[in-house]
């Protein structure tokens, strides 16, 4: 009797359209592609190395996500960044980013809590003096932490509010004194999550949450 031994399953990587997504993305975020401009989609496929059909898909799904914005006849346009959002941004925040580092620290597996740890080393090395690399490693900071709760339909809501709000950071850049302080808060915070201090996550995290909102007003 001959055994049958099944192959394994291949795991497929992202979608072109997730790829381009994701590209695009990060580039609307960090206001590399600026409010306003034009979204080129030749461009786009010319550098991504893919046709129109995956970079239309990321589109429509950044549409939703409002960061851009699809006008007939005329093309698609990265959103403006309106600081009257900030207030209706920090609400959403101040709920669910509190919950969410509960979560992360009561449900992170021993290699979320593992990738934590590189991550705190990375950031106590990193330069105070460039901002923009102090923002990159804040975003990338906020995006392990949401994948710790281990609910996709949370972490995704949490990425698309901290695009929001990264987006105003951005804005004001060239303004901003501190922001190695600001970003420096993870320190502990990371800490609290990976040694499982829920409580102390959650006040550490609200503390963050509501330290952006003042920094920002304080320009406005």
Known sequence: ??????????VSGPSLAEQAYLFIRDRLVMLDIKPGDPINEDWL?????????????ALK????????????????????????????????????????????????SDADRAGLTVLREQLDAANPADNTELLRTDLELHRAIYSCVHNPFLEDTL?????????????????LRGMAGHVNEHLPL????IEGDAKKAADLTLDHVTGF???IRALI
């Open 61 to 108: 799904r950044l549409e939703t996500e409002h960061l851009v914005v699809a006008y007939p006849r005329r093309g698609t346009f990265a959103t403006d960044v309106n600081i009257s959002d900030l207030a209706h941004i920090s609400e959403v925040r101040r709920t669910l980013e509190p919950m969410a580092t509960t979560a992360a620290a009561e449900r992170a």
């Open 213 to 215: 909102e003042q920094a």
């Open 45 to 57: 496929g010319s550098t991504l190395g893919m046709g129109r059909t995956p970079v239309r898909e």
């Open 159 to 175: 990425i698309h509010y901290d695009n929001l709000a990264t987006r105003i950071w951005c804005v004001f850049l060239p303004r």
């Open 1 to 10: 009797m001959r055994t049958q031994v099944n192959s394994p399953v291949p």
């Open 190 to 193: 990371l800490t609290a999550i």
